[in-house]
């Protein structure tokens, strides 16, 4: 019998509490096709000078109440770098003095590609910022036409670059299942963001939700969403690889408010989405591995902190495991950090 010893294959990364700020449609230039943040948000609309003053109160009001560890702060829902560049610079400022007080790691924001100046870039840098999470959402042209994104895959690529070089983290966030969407193109996405190389990616697959342009596509027949299956089968090699690649999958699929699942009318919702997606690429990885070796399963030991990602969901991977040989027979879990396999 051999034995291989392995780690889990996501890239090790800090976990640090974010405290976000929504700005619903703020500084954007038009409403995509498939926006609907206040449902999304469960965020009213608010002014500028409230959104501020509501951070410059809360954030010390939370660490005077128990010690506590420090947040990221990260700016949210609308288009950042689009708002006017005297409030740009008046969050980032107070940020940064919440930085000094050890209130705060980090500060991101997301914003468009097509809303990236280098000059000011470097300007909100220089005052304490530390991510840009661009909403790239497909870096097809006709997708991003027919979702009215009124930019090139060509401009977001430029933005990306722009953003390495003003010394700034990149993170992308990409929206599969959008008009205009061809079988292979979410692939080529995974492969275009990887060349890119973000700290950081999220991925929101397309929802139709009440109120958007989307919902009177689908309702007039003209668009068809993912199904739950293909948003499966679709997403769980794309994570694999960017683990892979050590790239931080940060989130998988959007953070449901209170009420917002009952906006959505088409598309693949799923309170567990992310450990479904997660527990799938864990299975890949755990497949290809067995193969590479050209061994039957003897034993598998996992770390404990896995456990409720290896089977699966409500344990729907246990008949895939089964036909590589793995079984809750033959599992054990440890409090160990490495996986252990051992095999004839």
């Known amino acids: 019998m051999r034995t291989t010893i392995f780690k889990?294959?996501?890239?090790?990364?800090?976990?640090?509490?974010?405290?976000?700020?929504?700005?619903?449609?703020?500084?954007?230039?038009?409403?995509?096709?498939?926006?609907?943040?206040?449902?999304?948000?469960?965020?009213?609309?608010?002014?500028?000078?409230?959104?501020?003053q509501t951070i410059e109160r809360e954030i010390p009001t939370f660490f005077a109440e128990k010690d506590r560890a420090p947040l990221e702060l990260a700016f949210f829902g609308g288009t950042f770098t689009a708002l006017p560049f005297e409030w740009q610079e008046r969050f980032i400022k107070l940020a940064a003095e919440f930085k000094k007080k050890d209130?705060?790691?980090?500060?991101?924001?997301?914003?468009?590609?097509?809303?990236?100046d280098p000059a000011q870039i470097n300007v909100l840098r220089s005052a304490g910022l530390d991510m840009i999470e661009l909403g790239i959402q497909s870096f097809s042209a006709e997708v991003l036409r027919r979702s009215a994104r009124n930019y090139s895959p060509e401009t977001a690529e430029d933005?990306?670059?722009?953003?390495?070089?003003?010394?700034?983290?990149?993170?992308?966030?990409?929206?599969?299942?959008?008009?205009?969407?061809?079988?292979?193109?979410?692939?080529?996405?995974?492969?275009?963001?990887?060349?890119?190389?973000?700290?950081?990616?999220?991925?929101?697959?397309?929802?139709?939700?009440?109120?958007?342009g989307l919902e009177k596509l689908y309702l007039a027949g003209k668009y068809k969403p993912w199904s739950l299956n293909r948003t499966e089968e679709e997403l769980a090699p794309a994570v694999l690889r960017l683990w892979h690649n050590k790239i931080h999958v940060i989130r998988i699929g959007v953070a449901h408010?209170?009420?917002?699942?009952?906006?959505?009318?088409?598309?693949?919702?799923?309170?567990?989405?992310g450990q479904k997606i997660r527990s799938k690429a864990l299975f890949l990885f755990l497949r290809s591995r067995l193969a590479l070796l050209g061994g039957s399963p003897r034993k598998l030991i996992v770390p404990q902190k896995y456990s409720g990602e290896l089977w699966?969901?409500?344990?729907?991977?246990?008949?895939?495991?089964?036909?590589?040989?793995?079984?809750p027979d033959n599992t054990y879990f440890t409090s160990g950090h490495y996986f252990e396999l051992n095999y004839d």
């Open 159 to 212: 933005a990306c670059h722009a953003i390495h070089e003003c010394g700034i983290e990149l993170g992308i966030q990409l929206l599969p299942g959008l008009p205009g969407d061809k079988s292979g193109d979410f692939r080529r996405d995974i492969i275009r963001t990887i060349a890119l190389n973000p700290g950081a990616v999220r991925i929101y697959p397309c929802l139709t939700v009440k109120g958007t």
């Open 312 to 327: 699966g969901h409500k344990s729907c991977l246990k008949p895939l495991y089964a036909q590589i040989g793995i079984t």
């Open 103 to 116: 209130f705060l790691t980090k500060v991101r924001c997301s914003t468009r590609p097509d809303c990236i």
């Open 8 to 52: 889990h294959p996501e890239p090790e990364h800090s976990k640090t509490r974010i405290w976000p700020v929504f700005m619903p449609f703020m500084g954007c230039p038009s409403k995509c096709i498939y926006c609907s943040q206040h449902r999304q948000t469960g965020t009213d609309t608010k002014t500028l000078s409230e959104i501020y």
């Open 257 to 273: 408010e209170e009420g917002f699942e009952e906006s959505v009318i088409a598309g693949p919702v799923h309170p567990a989405l």
